[in-house]
C-alpha cells in the first residue's frame, strides 16, 4: 500500500460556524487558539482554556481510474469523540481521543472532488485529568493500493 500524508489543505472552525474555516497545517490543536479564562471549566487541567467542539474541512481528489482501488484513511490521533464524514455520509465515529484508526473510504467515494469532514469534540469540558488539546492533533494518512 501507498501512503499519502494528508497535512495541507485543512481548515478548522467552531462546529456550527458559518464563517469560512481557518487555514490550518496538520497536526493541529486547536485548543490553543481558544481563549483562557478563569472561568474554563476545565480549569488548571486544560491550561485554562475553554473548550469547544471543531469542525475540520479538507477536499480528497480520486481520479475515475483510481475510484475501484483501495483507499483507507489513517487518523493518528483526534480528539475525542470523532466524526468522519464523506460526502456528507457518516463513515466513522471514534469516541476515544488518544489511540489511531481507520476508515475506509470506499462505499462513500465518487469520482473527482470529495469533502471530508471531521468533527472533533471537546466542549464537553472537563473531559481530561490533563491538558488534552483538541482537534487533529497528530497526522492524517491516506493509503491506497491498486484494485
Not at 467552531?14 to 476545565?42: F, I, K, N, W
Not at 469523540?81 to 460526502?87: G, K
Request: glycine share 10%; aromatic share 12%.
Amino acid at each position: 500500500m501507498k501512503a499519502t500524508p494528508l497535512l495541507t489543505g485543512w481548515t478548522c472552525r467552531h462546529l456550527g460556524d458559518t464563517a469560512p474555516g481557518q487555514p490550518v497545517t496538520l497536526p493541529h490543536d486547536a485548543m490553543l487558539a481558544e481563549p483562557r479564562t478563569a472561568l474554563s471549566a476545565g480549569g488548571v487541567n486544560t491550561g485554562w482554556y475553554e473548550g469547544y467542539d471543531y469542525e475540520y474541512q479538507r477536499t480528497l481528489t480520486v481520479p475515475e481510474n483510481e475510484l475501484s482501488d483501495t483507499h483507507i484513511l489513517e487518523f493518528e490521533g483526534v480528539y475525542h469523540n470523532a466524526e468522519v464524514w464523506l460526502n456528507g455520509q457518516k463513515a466513522a465515529f471514534r469516541p476515544y481521543g488518544y489511540t489511531n484508526f481507520y476508515v475506509d473510504c470506499a462505499p462513500f467515494l465518487r469520482a473527482g472532488d470529495n469533502e471530508l469532514r471531521v468533527i472533533a469534540r471537546n466542549a464537553d469540558q472537563p473531559n481530561s485529568r490533563w491538558y488534552s488539546g483538541a482537534g487533529l492533533y497528530r497526522p492524517v494518512q491516506l493509503w491506497t493500493a491498486g484494485g
